[in-house]
């Protein structure tokens, strides 16, 4: 069955970095953009980045641009999420999900139809 598996979440000072891995599986891993989103406690669910098929064109959230940098590997099936300078605001379970339809509206959680369990980032002060 399609399934979306993240990893390499954790607690960081503010400042540091981590990168996040989210493998995809029962699916062509090729024909879908994917996206990252987070939800901190308390908040509702965030975009924070997307990314085409091809991995030719990126888009992200303003309080990410700068920092945060996703990419992917087709070969592996796998989409990550580099980011760097983490700040305590950015403390949240990440996700990662796969878009269905055309690159537009890719901030909408509801374009997206797969999701993972999610990763939980810490960030402390």
């Known amino acids: 069955q399609v399934q979306l598996v993240e990893s390499g979440g954790g607690s960081v000072q503010a400042g540091g970095s981590l990168r996040l891995s989210c493998a995809a599986s029962g699916y062509t891993f090729s024909n879908y953009h994917m996206g990252w989103f987070r939800q901190a406690p308390g908040k509702e669910r965030e975009f924070v980045a997307s990314?085409?098929?091809?991995?030719?064109?990126?888009h992200d959230a303003d309080s990410v641009k700068g920092r945060f940098t996703i990419s992917r590997d087709n070969a592996k099936n796998t989409v990550y999420l580099q980011m760097n300078n983490l700040k305590p605001e950015d403390t949240a379970a990440y996700y990662c999900a796969r878009k269905v339809g055309a690159w537009y509206a890719r901030e909408a959680s509801y374009q997206y139809d797969t999701w993972g369990q999610g990763t939980q980032v810490t960030v402390s002060s």
């Open positions: 990314i085409t098929w091809s991995g030719d064109s990126t």
